[in-house]
């Protein structure tokens, strides 16, 4: 399983956010026993920073009963509650606060792991605190699928953008019941291999876009060198899209990451590659026409759980690799560990 401190380094990259030497040294001194109080260490800097900072402000829609017309009179309550007779009506209108979705998100977070028993009290108290300094006219807000569903829609600036990460992830972490009191427990997302596969993926393909200048990097759609008698049976092929194209004019990596706890798997008492695994990247390699002159090539890479693992093949002309990468080790370890990878 990743080392606590090792996943601070593992989201900025996967947030495409490259990691705060300050924070790092500040993470690294802490002893984190869950992710958890990680997940409210980061939430927390980030929130002091944009509090110091001042929170972002913007139009949200109001709804009240005025004397004097303001944006939009809304008919129907104002005749159905008789409010002319008396100089009034209801009125829509936008006001400029901080009372935005973002805010009333982050705001309803930290209320949240203020009554999360498995943090320790200084944190809680921590927490608390940061609360207390936002404005008034925020309403804490829960968080929802929909709610954050409709925030990851929008374009946000870097550190927003961290702490709509935080507060996502957060919240796939919250079980979906609190208890009688009201409080929510919150469990270890190192165990969800679906969601470390994601930010394993992420990762990868962040670090290579932060970290070196040799390669353009992306995630691209492989067309299939296929000819149909029926044009629109092409359309009934699956889609290849990549994890991550690294390109060069001399060279171009097709790179797979793979979130399994092992490389190899074992059938009739004999270790083996994962096919599927194997036929993916086999039919990326197939399908890409390269460029004169470009040598393609493809690499599966493994977290390493249960082994390490370093094989080399060509297959149909191309070199293809399978390595693990060691996500338990010092960080500096594993970034020198990628950037050999491609070099």
Known sequence: MIP??????????????????AEAQAVEAQEFHRPLALLTHLLLHATRRQLRRGLAVGYTEQEAELTELRGRVQLAPTLARDLLRR?????????????????????????????????????????????????????????????????????WPGPQAFL???????????????????????RDFRRDEVLMARLFEQFVRNFYRLEQRRYRVRS?????????????????????????????????IILDTKYYATALRTRHNRQRLIAPHLYQLYAYLQNQPAALGQQLEGILLYPAAMQEVDVRYTLGGHPVRLVTIDLAQPWPDIAAALQALVA
Not at 6 to 11: F, G
Not at 103 to 126: C, E, K, Y
Not at 223 to 252: N, V, Y
């Open 4 to 21: 606590i401190h090792n996943l601070y380094y593992l989201l900025c990259y996967a947030w495409h956010r490259l990691p705060d030497p």
């Open 87 to 155: 100089g009034r009506a209801m009125c829509t209108y936008d006001e400029l606060s901080a009372n935005t979705p973002l805010n009333q998100l982050l705001a309803g977070t930290l209320a949240q792991l203020s009554r999360t028993r498995t943090l320790p009290t200084a944190m809680r108290q921590q927490v608390r605190q940061v609360l207390g300094r936002f404005p008034e006219a925020v309403r804490p807000t829960s968080p929802t699928g929909h709610t954050l569903s409709l925030l990851r829609r929008q374009r």
């Open 164 to 186: 709509l990460h935080l507060c996502d992830l957060l919240h796939q972490c919250a079980l979906p019941v609190p208890d009688e009191k009201g409080r929510h427990r919150f």
């Open 220 to 252: 691209e759609t492989i067309a299939w060198q296929a000819a149909a008698e029926q044009p629109e049976h092409l359309d009934l092929l699956p889609a290849m899209i990549t994890d991550t194209s690294l390109e060069a004019a001399d060279r171009k």
